[in-house]
């Protein structure tokens, strides 16, 4: 089992033909990914490495069965990118593009809530794989192995790390949720997700400074959630006053540092490392007890 993403998803990819697009859709297939259309309205009806092009994520999908589309459009184009999806009643829509203006993501989350039946990964996200069997994004497929953890972090290099230093335990499903103000999928979704999922054991989640997201998830864990989690926060040894990585990590007084996030997680019985080595650790040695 997995979350959102099997092996029986049919993914299309919205911005095949450019740079980007053909990089990682030749990524996701040779990670045994079944990709079957992109979309770019110039290119209609030609293909790439025999995937055919389609002018409208309408006609990809009534064409193919897709379930799962993948953009990899400019920042500039990304919105009308995503409400297309969103009219075409995609499932499930993973936004990987970097640089979208806020209100614009703010305009396109609004809309598939209001629409019903479009979950959004992202924006500004590396997307989510399932090892093993399919993989909707970036994210390097061969750096771990199918397991039964759980794992949503808002870092893309992070969720890198952490599928690198679990790989021998493994993951049922990895998602990078992006690290921007306005995100379509949120800890709380995943960890009620992985709560559901019978193969998942046990969850990892990565947070980052700033906003509220790790607090909020913390109270979620505590009325929801049985099954162990371990956390990790990015950015302990942040310079105070600064703003650091993503848009989204803007840290207002004690509110949003990694101690305040720490101490909420703890406080439900969530084990916190100070590195993503240690949490590993943590995660390791809760597995083997």
Same mark, same amino acid.
């Given at each position: 089992?997995?979350?959102?993403?099997?092996?029986?998803?049919?993914?299309?990819?919205?911005?095949?033909?450019?740079?980007?697009?053909?990089?990682?859709?030749?990524?996701?297939?040779?990670?045994?990914?079944?990709?079957?259309?992109?979309?770019?309205?110039?290119?209609?009806?030609?293909?790439?490495?025999?995937?055919?092009?389609?002018?409208?994520?309408?006609?990809?999908?009534?064409?193919?069965?897709?379930?799962?589309?993948?953009?990899?459009?400019?920042?500039?184009?990304?919105?009308?990118?995503?409400?297309?999806?969103?009219?075409?009643?995609?499932?499930?829509?993973?936004?990987?593009?970097?640089?979208?203006?806020?209100?614009?993501?703010?305009?396109?989350?609004?809309?598939?809530?209001?629409?019903?039946?479009?979950?959004?990964?992202?924006?500004?996200?590396?997307?989510?794989?399932?090892?093993?069997?399919?993989?909707?994004?970036?994210?390097?497929?061969?750096?771990?192995?199918?397991?039964?953890?759980?794992? /949503?972090?808002?870092?893309?290099?992070?969720?890198?790390?952490?599928?690198?230093?679990?790989?021998?335990?493994?993951?049922?499903?990895?998602?990078?949720?992006?690290?921007?103000?306005?995100?379509?999928?949120?800890?709380?979704?995943?960890?009620?997700?992985?709560?559901?999922?019978?193969?998942?054991?046990?969850?990892?989640?990565?947070?980052?400074?700033?906003?509220?997201?790790?607090?909020?998830?913390?109270? #979620?864990?505590?009325?929801?959630?049985?099954?162990?989690?371990?956390?990790?926060?990015?950015? #302990?040894?942040?310079?105070?006053?600064?703003?650091?990585?993503?848009?989204?990590?803007?840290?207002?007084?004690?509110?949003?540092?990694?101690?305040?996030?720490?101490?909420?997680?703890?406080?439900?019985?969530?084990? /916190?490392?100070?590195?993503?080595?240690?949490?590993?650790?943590?995660?390791?040695?809760?597995?083997?007890?």
């Amino acid at each position: 089992m997995a979350i959102w993403l099997t092996e029986s998803s049919k993914v299309i990819v919205q911005g095949i033909t450019g740079a980007e697009g053909t990089k990682h859709t030749r990524r996701m297939v040779a990670s045994g990914t079944n990709v079957v259309g992109g979309v770019n309205p110039r290119k209609a009806g030609s293909d790439v490495d025999g995937i055919p092009v389609f002018a409208t994520v309408e006609e990809a999908r009534k064409e193919t069965g897709a379930d799962v589309s993948v953009v990899f459009v400019p920042p500039a184009f990304a919105k009308d990118a995503a409400l297309e999806a969103i009219d075409a009643e995609t499932p499930l829509l993973v936004v990987i593009t970097e640089g979208i203006p806020v209100q614009d993501s703010a305009y396109f989350f609004n809309y598939a809530r209001e629409r019903g039946g479009t979950r959004i990964v992202g924006p500004n996200c590396p997307g989510l794989i399932s090892p093993g069997k399919s993989n909707a994004g970036i994210i390097p497929a061969d750096i771990t192995k199918p397991g039964r953890i759980g794992l /949503v972090s808002k870092s893309g290099t992070l969720t890198y790390q952490m599928m690198y230093e679990l790989r021998d335990i493994g993951f049922s499903t990895c998602v990078g949720i992006g690290g921007d103000p306005v995100i379509g999928t949120t800890h709380i979704d995943c960890l009620a997700a992985f709560q559901d999922d019978d193969e998942t054991d046990a969850i990892v989640m990565i947070g980052e400074i700033g906003g509220d997201a790790e607090e909020r998830a913390a109270e #979620f864990i505590k009325a929801n959630v049985t099954k162990p989690v371990v956390g990790y926060v990015a950015g #302990f040894t942040a310079p105070e006053g600064k703003t650091m990585g993503h848009a989204g990590a803007i840290v207002s007084g004690s509110s949003g540092t990694a101690a305040a996030k720490q101490e909420a997680l703890e406080a439900v019985g969530v084990r /916190v490392g100070k590195t993503p080595s240690e949490a590993a650790r943590l995660m390791a040695d809760l597995l083997r007890r």
